[in-house]
């Protein structure tokens, strides 16, 4: 299923850098594509494509808004299991980027050099950043719905649990944006 929103109407945005910032530059017919993937899930050691449709004339790919959203469901384990944190980051072992034939970035090891990556950040870009899975051991046991998650004191982790649930974010970011069809790989998914 694919669903478009153009014109003036945006989508609800599930991160929370874009809930308080307003555009107050130039302002551009826009288009928010989202499409839902046939199969649409992937098991453990399985590769997943993802492939963007070309550009039309005057069209670009705004950095950073690129993403695989999906949700995590733990549940059939043990009672007591929750997600790691930055699960998002610890899922994708290897990433390709190709435009056309030409392979752009190749990645082995992408899960250990994102999760490094992301001890640099500061605590601000943490905080915006659960939807990738970084978050308190809290919240991770809270959205996990784990046996032994806290019940008092968490009452904001609560209100963010309301709010984001299972979903989660694998962001498809490159440098180099083109008019040219584009496809990630995101292999052997742990």
């Known amino acids: 299923m694919d669903v478009e929103f153009t014109g003036s109407e945006m989508p609800d ?6 809930m308080s910032k307003t555009l107050n530059g130039m302002k551009a017919y826009r288009a928010v594509n989202q499409t839902t993937f046939v199969p649409s899930s992937a098991e453990p050691g399985e590769t997943l494509y993802v492939r963007v449709p070309r550009l039309g004339e005057n069209e670009v790919v705004v950095p950073g808004t690129l993403a695989l ?17 930055n699960v998002s980051r610890a899922l994708v072992s290897r990433m390709k980027v190709k435009f056309g034939t030409e392979v752009l970035q190749n990645t082995d090891g992408y ?11 500061t605590q601000e870009q943490r905080d915006n950043m659960l939807l990738e899975g970084i978050q308190s051991e809290d919240l991770c046991r809270i959205r996990s719905n784990s046996g032994d998650k806290k019940t008092s004191g ?11 649930g299972t979903k989660y974010v694998i962001r498809l970011a490159t440098t180099v944006l083109s008019t040219r069809g584009h496809c990630t790989t995101l292999s052997r998914l742990k």
């Open 13 to 18: 945005s599930l991160s929370p850098k874009h």
């Open 69 to 85: 959203v999906f949700d995590i469901d733990i549940s059939g384990g043990h009672a007591n299991n929750y997600l790691v944190q």
């Open 154 to 164: 968490v009452d904001t982790e609560k209100k963010l649990n309301e709010f984001y």
């Open 111 to 121: 899960d250990i050099y994102k999760i490094y990556e992301d001890l640099f950040l």
